[in-house]
């Protein structure tokens, strides 16, 4: 164990130096891409080498292989490529992430990347775009945090599914009884109904009503929950169907 230890540091340390190595006389040619990077953009103080790594870093690890082609010296910059992402997997696994694209900001995909001020407001409409999207596009464009949130997550995992189950009962329950009670119940009264019992939580939910029959969706995209939307007859066994649902998820 300690032998692989002292390997693996002794690659990061002449991966990085070899890196500073390239990128110190061959800066020109990624330069016109690494100067758009919010590092080089956003620097405070005059741009030092230490700017210049950084940004060619991550420009270099968020060039497709296509691209690469392209940079003059594209062999050495593809073999560079190919350690750091080694000495990347090797600090993952040891606990340690680093983020490829650079600082949170970097991985915006509807707020302002090279936002220096209003970055509250800035982080809470990417929140905002990130309901909006789905878990594949969502681990495609943030892998690295992703990961990290993983691994940092060493609890047991989260059963979205069985979380769901009171929560949709306390719903589904007493909207039923609502349309067995009046045939003049509507999508509204079930809405206002939701909001009524379960508060902000009723946004999770999707409900309609359609020939004295209950449809629940899954309005939340963050959720994975199989089975949605479920239909519920007025006269049907609610509990029976919710736990139906949900047992297709285990």
């Known amino acids: ?18 890196f500073c190595s390239l990128v110190g006389p061959n800066w020109g040619d990624l ?5 758009r990077h919010p590092y080089y953009v956003n620097a405070e103080e005059s741009v ?3 700017v210049k790594r950084r940004a060619a870093f991550c420009t270099l690890m968020s060039l497709a292989r296509s691209d690469l082609k392209g940079l003059a010296n594209a062999d ?13 997997r090797l600090l993952e696994e040891s606990g340690c992430f680093i983020l490829r694209k650079g600082a949170i900001e ?3 995909q509807a707020s302002d990347i090279y936002t220096s001020e209003g970055k509250p407001t800035a982080a809470v409409d990417e929140i905002e775009h990130l309901d909006q999207s789905s878990i594949t596009e969502i681990r495609e464009n943030l892998g690295d945090v992703v990961r990290c949130i993983e691994h940092a997550s060493d609890g047991k995992r989260i059963d979205e599914a069985e979380s769901l189950r009171d929560i949709l009962l306390s719903i589904a329950a007493p909207a039923t009884a609502r349309l067995s009670a009046s ?9 206002i109904l939701a909001k009524t019992i379960l508060g902000e939580r009723a946004n999770i939910f999707k409900c309609s009503v359609d020939g004295g029959k ?13 089975g949605f939307p479920v239909t519920i ?14 047992r297709s998820n285990a």
């Open 1 to 18: 164990m300690g032998g692989l230890l002292f390997s693996a540091i002794k690659l990061a340390s002449s991966t990085y130096s070899d």
């Open 31 to 35: 330069s016109k891409l690494a100067e």
């Open 48 to 50: 030092d080498e230490k």
């Open 76 to 88: 050495k910059w593809s073999s560079m490529k190919d350690r750091l992402e080694v000495v990347l």
């Open 106 to 108: 970097s991985y915006y």
């Open 183 to 191: 045939e003049k119940t509507t999508t509204q009264d079930i809405n």
């Open 214 to 226: 209950l449809t629940i969706d899954i309005e939340s995209k963050i959720l994975n929950v199989k």
């Open 233 to 246: 007859d007025k006269n049907g066994d609610v509990v029976k169907i919710i736990e139906r649902v949900l």
